[in-house]
């Protein structure tokens, strides 16, 4: 297998604020695996959830230490592959699971998603995310979004560190704003909440008589996530009996050994593919959440349409889509995720369907 890796960068139209910090800009790794006159592709990049943080570099590193022993094997034998990549940290695995399977599907001349045996026909709304900001700020971005896409699900950031009265006014002004919408267009808008940990569980407590006033459909991640699982375990068992609303783990929930832990105490979790490693362990929490009665939500960090494809190939389990970030950069280098007003389908091309935007020596 010819194996190369490269870094790409990545530019927000809108910088993106959440309680852990602002982002504007990122650089990613591609990793293409090349065999047989076919190449796949997989995506990855650091990430930070305040409890567990990788940066590109230590990606980088390990991934090159990796592609010599790679380089040897036959990407049809994913069993040999496999033992490899234990070791890997998630988002280091995630590039080659997605390159394989990217390779693996064109190969068969199949989408992933058929391979899987999944449905792919069916568009999926996706939110679209406010970041913290000043109110008007807020609304502002809002109106970009409507400028942009007739954004039917809306996905607030709060946890600001101007406090609670900051949000709740945050809230009811993208509220209101989701009502007149609705009243104007005859369609009906969904406010989601996303607070990134920034509540302790007495605040996300104090905070739901605001969020049921708003209409608020889901709370996602309202409180931090914790190195230790027991005590990770014990804030969303605390906070449970006094939430109405959905309740979703994101920064808490990596791999199925989590999603296990927490089934009993949320009503959702959160994949991102840098967190679960890539698809083949997303699939399995997919799986297994639809048997414990658990909703999804897939789930994106500032991902181009290549990590973002890849993830779409599981929108037929998913009631949550939050596939956004290609959305919102000036420069991303892949192309091929359809989107009809703001529904989503997976790529009906083979592997994860996704190019190129254009076409170089490097392609």
């Not at 406010?130 to 807020?138: I, K, Q, R, T, Y």
Request: net charge negative; glycine share 8%; aromatic share 4%.
């Amino acid at each position: 297998m010819g194996w190369t890796l490269r870094r790409f960068p990545l530019t927000k139209a809108v910088p993106l604020a959440i309680s852990r910090g602002t982002t504007s800009a990122v650089e990613r790794l591609e990793l293409s695996l090349e065999q047989d006159g076919i190449t796949g592709r997989g995506e990855t990049g650091g990430l930070d959830t305040g409890h567990r943080a990788y940066d590109l570099e230590s990606i980088e590193a390990e991934l090159q230490a990796l592609l010599p022993a790679l380089q040897p094997l036959d990407p049809h034998d994913r069993a040999a592959v496999a033992p490899l990549l234990s070791s890997l940290s998630p988002p280091a695995r995630c590039a080659v699971d997605l390159a394989l399977w990217d390779w693996w599907g064109q190969f068969l001349q199949q989408p992933l998603w058929r391979l899987f045996c999944l449905d792919g026909r069916c568009g999926v709304a996706t939110s679209v995310t406010l970041g913290l900001a000043s109110v008007e700020g807020v609304q502002q971005r809002l109106n970009r979004w409507w400028d942009q896409l007739p954004a039917t699900r809306i996905k607030l950031k709060l946890g600001s560190p101007d406090g609670l009265d900051h949000d709740r006014r945050l809230l009811q002004a993208v509220a209101s704003m989701l009502r007149i919408r609705t009243q104007e267009t005859g369609v009906e808008h969904e406010l989601q909440v996303d607070a990134n940990g920034g509540w302790t569980v007495q605040e996300a407590m104090v905070m739901q008589s605001a969020l049921v006033a708003a209409d608020v459909v889901l709370l996602e991640q309202p409180i931090a996530a914790k190195v230790d699982p027991q005590e990770d375990l014990d804030g969303f068992a605390a906070l449970r009996a006094h939430c109405s609303l959905p309740l979703v783990a994101d920064e808490s929930c990596w791999g199925l050994e989590d999603l296990l832990r927490l089934a009993p105490h949320v009503d959702a979790v959160n994949l991102k593919l840098l967190k679960t490693g890539g698809l083949t362990e997303a699939l399995l929490m997919a799986r297994v959440a639809g048997r414990l009665g658990l909703d999804l939500m897939v789930g994106c960090y500032s991902d181009s349409a290549l990590l973002n494809g890849a993830a779409s190939q599981l929108l037929s389990l998913i009631r949550w889509p939050d596939l956004d970030s290609h959305l919102n950069l000036v420069d991303d280098p892949y192309v091929g995720l359809p989107l009809q007003q703001d529904r989503l389908t997976p790529p009906s091309g083979p592997g994860l369907g996704i190019h190129r935007a254009v076409l170089s020596d490097q392609a």
